[in-house]
């Protein structure tokens, strides 16, 4: 009996696995990280203060700003920097103000609130509205009167305060009479003051400069000249129109004036 072989071949299929399921999406990316401020204020004065802000990464600023916490004021969005310096004008002396700071990036925006209160003006400005006052007896006792008409008289008087600032205006006439006074109110604690005038020679183009020893602020002679002041009255230029002296006093915070 003959044995007959047998061969099988096997063949191998592949199968791929099929699903109705949909393809979940990529996760969203990461929200933005908000920037880290800081603010401060600095130079504040009577009329204005500067606001200055940093952030660590470039941002565009803004500041809203006001008298209340409605602020009402906003400066434009400046270019994107991580630093803002901005200067608010326009207050007023003695008053609260209240400020938010905001800085964007791309849609993201953060605020940081602050508040100062402004100064009143320097002890020697004359718009200084908490600092007490004093009046300033000027009393002028000339040992040759200057007459202009028969009656003496001290022309072109000029009175400064510590800023330099002008009380009196130019071509103020004073002391009528001989001897003769004026009162003026100047803010005191302040330091310095000047004090200067004119005086008539016989004739009304003949003038020249007040000598301290003509003249008391609150009974104190001074003593002190100090800057050339030029006339501004008509004059003879060989007698009228050289420059003369201001004279130097001190008001302290009692009120007393020094020489």
């Known amino acids: 009996m003959k044995l007959k072989r047998l061969f099988h071949s096997v063949w191998a299929l592949g199968f791929v696995a099929c699903s109705d399921s949909p393809i979940a999406p990529p996760p ?3 929200p933005p990280i908000p920037p880290t401020l800081s603010v401060t204020t600095n130079e ?10 940093s952030a660590n990464t470039a941002v565009a600023w803004r500041v809203f700003w006001g008298s209340t916490l409605a602020f009402g004021d906003t400066t434009p ?3 994107p920097s991580p630093e803002l310096n901005q200067t608010l004008r326009g207050l007023r002396a003695l008053t609260t103000y209240y400020y938010q700071v905001e800085a964007r990036l791309d849609s993201l925006r953060v ?6 209160r402004t100064p009143d003006y320097p002890v020697c400005d004359n718009r200084n509205t908490t600092t007490p006052t004093v009046t300033v007896t000027i009393t002028w006792t000339s040992p040759t009167p200057p007459v202009m008409g028969n009656i003496p008289v001290l022309d072109n008087v000029d009175l400064r305060d510590c ?5 009196t205006q ?6 009528s009479g001989s001897p003769g006074t004026v009162q003026m109110r100047v803010n005191y604690g302040s ?3 000047w004090f200067g005038g004119m005086v008539f020679t016989n004739d009304i183009w003949f003038v020249r400069w007040v000598d301290a020893s003509e003249f008391r602020v609150n009974g104190v002679r001074l003593t002190q000249p100090t800057d050339s002041m030029p006339p501004t009255w008509p004059c003879r ?5 050289i420059p003369g002296p201001r004279w130097k006093f001190w008001v302290d915070s009692l009120g007393g004036v020094h020489s």
Do not use: I, K, W
Not at 170 to 175: I, R
């Open 163 to 167: 800023n330099g600032r002008v009380l």
């Open 44 to 53: 504040v004065g009577p009329e204005s203060a500067l606001v200055h802000a």
């Open 170 to 175: 130019n071509g103020d006439q004073f002391f």
């Open 237 to 241: 230029p060989d007698v009228g129109c």
């Open 28 to 30: 969203p990316p990461p």
């Open 77 to 79: 969005e400046t270019s």
């Open 191 to 193: 330091g310095p003051h």
């Open 111 to 116: 605020r940081l609130s602050g508040e100062f």
